[in-house]
């Protein structure tokens, strides 16, 4: 079973819910991608050809994603068959992140909080290590 969890709410929901999930039954939790700024548009960032930037600590900071993954690790302790994907690194590996990158010719973000699928290929390899060292 594969969810996609960006809130204690959820975490909480599932951990609430997770025995009527059958013991055979893995589940692979992908955490959040990183938000960008209220105040940038990619799409217009994209069709100007001008980079736009934003500090990860301030959406971390923000959306309280500290807590969030203190609360999957605790998520992940109780249960083997609970696996954690975190692509909020992967996507933004610094804390300034780029929604359009004009040198690199890479727009990583049609909105606020939807990745494009240029952004989803920055993941391929990452998701695919850590599915053959978490899943037998």
Known sequence: YVININSIEEIKYLK????????II???VI?????????????????RQVSCTFNTQYDIENRKLNDFY?????????????????????????????????????LTYRDKNHITQEASKLLDNDFNIFLKNNLN
């Open 26 to 28: 893995n589940i692979l």
């Open 70 to 106: 203190k609360e999957v690790n605790k998520l992940t302790a109780i249960s083997e068959r609970i696996i954690f994907y975190n692509p909020y690194k992967v996507i933004c590996p610094e804390k300034i992140c780029y929604a359009y990158n004009q040198q690199k010719k890479i």
């Open 31 to 47: 955490g959040p991608v990183p938000h960008v700024n209220k105040d940038i548009d990619p799409l217009k960032c994209f069709i």
């Open 16 to 23: 609430k819910n997770l025995d009527k999930f059958k013991k």
